[in-house]
């Protein structure tokens, strides 16, 4: 059976992008799941997909109610013990390794956690082709004329009659709502370093590099932040290293002019109106792995023992607390670090990182 | 702590042990940390600006610029010249400190005050009727003359510079020595 056909992209918004992913990944489901379905009826086992429900049920993992869901079938497809591999055409380890990496992906696009760009759908889309390769599923031309009009794009291809675009389904049209507040916050509060967009503040003070020290005609104001109000100036000092003068506007956000340009270089006490466990910004385009004692950056091969400026033991304590050896984990433009919780269905933030802590030029 | 007058200038002790990194005068090609004094100097033309006692680890204490934020543009000098370095010496039980009194001075090729060789007569001409060898006196100065003859084993190239001695740690004579010779000098265009 041949896949639907899937409405091309023609720009890189946010809705298109959205709308592409859904479709496709609901094709691959359904194409997918059709076989396995097929599969197991063939062998006499109607009821297959609620046992597997009960079967997951038990084990407390997320419950699936459609046997053509991408997610259940990529869950299922590396659950250990289960039949679903021996219904999967080409199936292999690297099919389980590809599967395991859409997973995550699709995971993290639908926490918001994946930059809704060209970029992103290309990303997803060569993991889909990988899989429906190894299966040999018809959705593989699909993806394949999506991939040929990114290019297209990217190279300035436009739609030759420009016009309404077609109705977006509901759930991508919730989905972009849900985009476009994230990208509101963002713009209000981007992340430490990054290029400041709010009011320039009134209050002027003196970044004092020598003296690791903010002043206000020429007395510390770090008391003015509590107890470790020395440390946060040290933390802007990381951002603005020269030092020289700096504003601070009414919320607190510290800016300082780099080559005429107001960077953000860090919040005068607390950032307000933030709750520390909430998980901000996309992730950097990288995949970490924690080795047991260091960091892997997946896409470079590079070691963070050997990139940082600072140095790293405390955090490889850190994740060695709440990681295993091999586990994989992503960092946001904000520096938040985020894994995937034992359910796999939730993500969770362990903590948050500075620029000097990380691979070298990854965060702002 | 109270205020010091000092001619037409005034110095007001800031925070002190506060942290500084830098690389110390004349040695050593990377940072390292030290310890500072804040003290800032005002003068009846407007000046306001702050400068720091540092003291380091190994390397000689010293006098620099940390911050201003008024003051004519001649004063600017001071945020790059006019470093005050002091000498740490102990005998016996006692630890002496000891600086040379040299003096920032106007040429007439130059458009900036450079150090120069001063006399106690140079530094009364600063000071508005005041004597200044009465002033170092009042500050905690144990000694004052040349260099040749209160550290005769150490007199370096410059063996006629105006010196004075103290105990270790006498930051108000610091402070005083510092704004006679540098700020007042500025302010009076002295060798114009």
Known sequence: ?????????????????????????????????????????????????????????????????????????????????????????????????????????????????????????????????????????????????????????????????????????????????????????????????????????????????????????????????????????????????????????????????????????????????????????????????????????????????????????????????SLTQGQIFNVTTYGDVVHESDAKEDLIKLTRIHKDIWFSGQLA | MEKIQVGLATIEWLELDQTWVNKPMGKGDFDIQGVCDKFRVTTLDGLNMVFGIIRWPANKPEVGYITHSSGELKYERLTSAGRLGIFDKTHGDESVWSFELRVMKFGEAQTQPTLKQATLKDLDGLLEGQSALELLKKHGAENVGKRIELAPAEVGNRPNELFVTTKARNNDLIAVGFTLTRVLAIMKDFGK
Do not use: C
């Not at chain 1, 509060?189 to 690791?212: A, Q, Y």
């Not at chain 1, 005429?260 to 998980?279: A, H, S, T």
């Open chain 1, 1 to 321: 059976m041949a896949a639907a056909e899937i409405r091309l992209i023609t720009e890189d918004s946010v809705a298109d992008v959205a709308g592409v992913i859904f479709a496709t990944s609901k094709e691959f489901g359904q194409e997918l799941g059709n076989i396995v379905n097929l599969h197991f009826l063939s062998l006499g086992k109607m009821a297959w997909f609620s046992e597997l429900r009960s079967r997951r049920k038990k084990e407390g993992k997320g419950d699936y109610k459609d046997p053509l869901d991408i997610r259940f079938l990529l869950f299922e497809s590396s659950a250990p013990e289960s039949p679903l591999p021996s219904a999967i055409p080409g199936f292999s380890d690297g099919w389980k390794d590809e599967a395991d990496l859409l997973r995550r992906k699709l995971n993290s696009w639908m926490h918001y956690s994946l930059e809704p760009d060209l970029d992103t759908l290309e990303d997803i889309l060569t993991v889909m082709s990988t899989l429906a390769q190894m299966s040999g599923l018809s959705l593989l031309k699909e993806i394949a004329k999506q991939m040929h009009r990114i290019h297209e794009i990217r190279n300035g291809w436009k739609p030759e009659v420009p016009g309404p675009q077609e109705p977006q389904s509901p759930e991508v049209e919730a989905f972009v709502s849900e985009v476009k507040v994230k990208k509101d916050r963002i713009f209000a509060r981007p992340p430490v370093g990054s290029v400041w967009n709010g009011p320039i503040g009134s209050r002027v003070i003196e970044l004092n590099k020598n003296l690791r020290d903010a002043l206000e005609d020429g007395v510390s104001v770090a008391h003015e932040m509590g107890p470790n109000g020395k440390e946060k100036v040290r933390e802007w000092l990381r951002y603005f290293p020269q030092g020289g003068d700096i504003r601070v506007s009414d919320d607190g956000a510290v800016m300082g002019y780099i080559k005429g340009v107001p960077i953000l270089i860090g919040w005068f006490g607390e950032e307000p109106d933030v709750n520390p466990d909430d998980i901000r910004g996309y992730y950097l385009p990288h995949d970490y792995e924690f080795t047991g004692s260091d960091v892997k950056d997946l896409q470079t091969g590079s070691l963070l023992s050997e990139s940082a400026k600072e140095d790293t033991k405390e955090f490889v304590k850190l994740l060695a607390s």
